[in-house]
C-alpha cells in the first residue's frame, strides 16, 4: 500500500474497528483511468482493501480460516464507474436520464453556482414548475438568474427537491454541515442494547451465508451496498414501491443474487408484510429519504423493540446531525458541496464532476464495510446496531488526500478482457456481463449466486429467506467469452463519462 491508501484504509479501520493491518491487505499497483486532480485510485483502493478486510474478519469470528485479501487498484477505479460497463448479450445497457437539460449547473443572481440534480420525472418537474420554466437549457439557465441561491436552496429544501450550492474544498470544510460531518468518522457503528437475539450460526463456506438482509434502496449508493452484502452470501430481499420512479437499467446491476420484490408501505398488508420480514433481518439497509422511516413510525427505538438483534444501515447525502439532515442529495450534488467539482474543473472551460460515480459506489462499499463490522461485533456483544454512511463523508475521506493528477491510461476493450466476467441468468436465457469482484479473497472467494432479476419478480407475501431458485454453490461467473472475442457493443472509452453534467457557462 502507498500512503494515500494506507491513510484511507487506516482511517475506515478505525471508525470499522478492523483489526487487519494494512500491511495485511495486498494492492497491485496498475494505473488510474481518471484525468482529475483528486486521487480516486488510491481512494478506491484503500477502501475497497478495507471492505475485503471487514468480509474476512466477519468470516473468522464466524468459523472460517483468516484469508488474505487482495485488490487490483485499475479494478478498483473501474468498479467506481461500474453502471457504465454491464453488459447484456454483450450489449451496454444503458444507465437511465442523466443528461437530461435540467441536471447541470447553473448561476443565480447573487453570482453563486448551485447544482441541480432531476434524474426523476418528480424531481425534474418540480424544478421546472418552481422557475415556471420549460424542459429546455438556455431558458432554464435564464430563469435561475432571476432568483437568489439562498431562496432557492430553502425553498428547494421545502418542496423536497434536490439542488446544492458549490464550494471550494476549504470552504465546505468551514461550513456549518462540512464541519459536523468531519468531526464524525466516515462510517458510524452504536450499539444499543446487548440482546443476542439472534447470533449467527458457524459459517461453512462464506463470511456472510445466511445472514438476512432486508434492502430498501434505490438508485445506487443503497443497492450497491446491499450487493456487496450478497456478494459474500448475504440473502437479500430487494423492496421496490411500483409507483416510486426508478431507473430501470440500474436495476440489473443491482438485483443480482436478490429477490426483488414490491411493496407499498400506506397499505396495510403491505406494511405489515415489512414488520415480518424486519423481525427477521439482521440487517435493514434504507437509502431513501431519512425522516420517511419516522413517518412510518419506525423510528430507531421502534425498529429496537422490533427485532433487538437488528443492523440498522441508514446511507444518507449529509447525515442525520446538522442543518442540512432532511436534504435530499445525490452523487452530484456531493461532489459540488464538498468542493469536488471545483478541483475537477481546474484548467477547464466548464463545471465538471470527477469522471466517476466515487460518492455512491464509495458510500456503497463503506455501508458495507460497516455492516459487516457490526454483525461482527454482535456475535460477541450482542446487542441492536445503528450504523450511518454518507455520500458527503465518503467524498470527504477523498479530498484528504493530496490534490494531485496522476498520469491516466485510458479504458480499452483490455481491461475487459481484463476485468469483465459472463454469466447466465433465468431472464430468458440472456447472459450478463459485468466487473469481477474486486475485493479478492484467498478462501472464500466473492460471487452472486444467481443472475439480476426483474423488479417485482417475486411474491413479496409468498417470497422468504433462502437461496434463489438454481443458486450457485461456487463462482458461476467465468472470464467473460464476449470481450474475449471483441463483441462488446456501447463500451465506453477513453477516461470515464466526461460529458455527464457538463453545460455552456452562457445560456
Not at 151 to 165: M, N, R, S, V
Not at 388 to 410: F, K, R, S, W
Request: hydrophobic share 40%.
Amino acid at each position: 500500500m502507498n500512503k494515500n491508501q494506507q491513510h484511507v484504509y487506516d482511517t475506515i479501520a478505525k471508525a470499522a474497528s478492523l483489526s487487519t493491518p494494512s500491511s495485511g491487505v495486498s494492492i497491485e499497483q496498475a494505473p488510474t483511468f481518471l484525468k482529475e486532480p483528486v486521487q480516486i485510485a488510491d481512494f478506491g483502493a484503500g477502501m475497497i482493501a478495507a471492505y475485503g478486510a471487514s468480509a474476512a474478519e466477519l468470516g473468522e469470528a464466524r468459523g472460517l480460516p483468516s484469508q488474505d485479501v487482495t485488490v487490483d487498484r485499475r479494478h478498483a477505479t473501474l468498479s467506481l464507474n461500474d453502471g457504465m460497463y454491464n453488459y447484456l448479450n454483450g450489449v451496454v445497457i444503458i444507465g437511465g436520464e442523466i443528461t437530461v437539460p435540467v441536471n447541470g449547473f447553473f448561476e443565480t443572481r447573487d453570482g453563486k453556482w448551485l447544482c441541480f440534480n432531476g434524474a426523476y420525472p418528480h424531481l425534474r418537474d418540480g424544478i421546472l414548475k418552481y422557475f415556471d420554466a420549460p424542459h429546455d437549457q438556455p431558458k432554464l439557465i435564464e430563469a435561475v438568474k432571476k432568483h437568489d441561491s439562498e431562496k432557492i436552496l430553502e425553498d428547494f429544501e421545502q418542496l423536497g427537491l434536490c439542488a446544492a450550492p458549490m464550494h471550494t474544498h476549504e470552504q465546505w470544510l468551514s461550513h456549518p454541515q462540512g464541519e459536523a460531518l468531519a468531526s464524525q468518522p466516515v462510517v458510524r457503528l452504536e450499539q444499543r442494547g446487548s440482546s443476542k437475539a439472534r447470533v449467527l450460526p458457524e459459517a461453512k463456506q462464506r463470511p456472510l451465508e445466511g445472514v438476512r438482509v432486508v434492502d430498501c434502496t434505490h438508485v445506487i449508493a443503497g443497492p450497491w451496498l446491499s450487493r456487496m452484502l450478497v456478494e459474500h452470501g448475504a440473502d437479500c430481499i430487494s423492496i421496490r414501491n411500483a409507483a416510486f420512479p426508478f431507473l430501470y437499467p440500474a436495476i440489473y446491476m443491482e438485483s443480482y443474487d436478490k429477490k426483488q420484490i414490491l411493496l407499498d408501505f400506506k397499505m396495510k398488508r403491505s406494511f405489515e408484510r415489512f414488520i415480518e420480514l424486519i423481525k427477521e433481518a439482521d440487517v435493514l439497509v434504507w437509502g431513501y429519504h431519512a425522516p420517511a422511516l419516522e413517518r412510518l413510525g419506525l423510528t430507531v427505538d421502534k425498529l429496537q423493540e422490533l427485532n433487538p438483534s437488528l443492523v440498522l444501515v441508514r446511507e444518507t447525502c449529509y447525515g442525520l446531525e446538522g442543518r442540512w439532515k432532511n436534504r435530499k442529495g445525490w452523487e452530484q450534488l456531493a461532489q459540488t458541496t464538498c468542493g469536488a467539482v471545483e478541483l475537477a474543473s481546474q484548467g477547464r472551460d466548464q463545471k465538471h464532476l470527477i469522471a466517476a460515480l466515487p460518492t455512491d459506489y464509495g458510500t456503497g462499499y463503506l455501508g458495507a464495510t460497516a455492516a459487516m463490522a457490526a454483525l461482527r461485533q454482535r456475535q460477541e456483544h450482542g446487542g441492536f446496531w445503528d450504523v450511518q454512511a454518507t455520500l458527503c463523508g465518503t467524498i470527504m475521506l477523498a479530498l484528504e488526500l493530496p490534490h494531485e493528477a496522476e498520469e491516466a491510461v485510458p479504458v480499452s476493450i483490455d481491461d475487459m478482457k481484463k476485468y469483465l466476467v459472463d454469466q447466465d441468468s433465468d431472464i430468458g436465457g440472456a447472459v450478463f456481463s459485468r466487473f469481477a469482484p474486486v475485493a479478492r479473497l484467498s478462501k472464500t472467494p466473492a460471487f452472486c449466486a444467481t443472475g439480476p432479476a426483474i423488479l417485482g419478480e417475486h411474491d413479496p407475501f409468498k417470497t422468504t429467506w433462502g437461496p434463489r431458485p438454481g443458486a450457485a454453490t461456487s463462482p458461476p461467473h467465468r472470464p467473460s467469452e464476449f470481450a474475449k472475442e471483441e463483441r462488446i457493443y456501447g463500451l465506453l472509452t477513453g477516461y470515464g463519462h466526461e460529458d455527464i453534467m457538463l453545460r455552456p457557462e452562457k445560456g
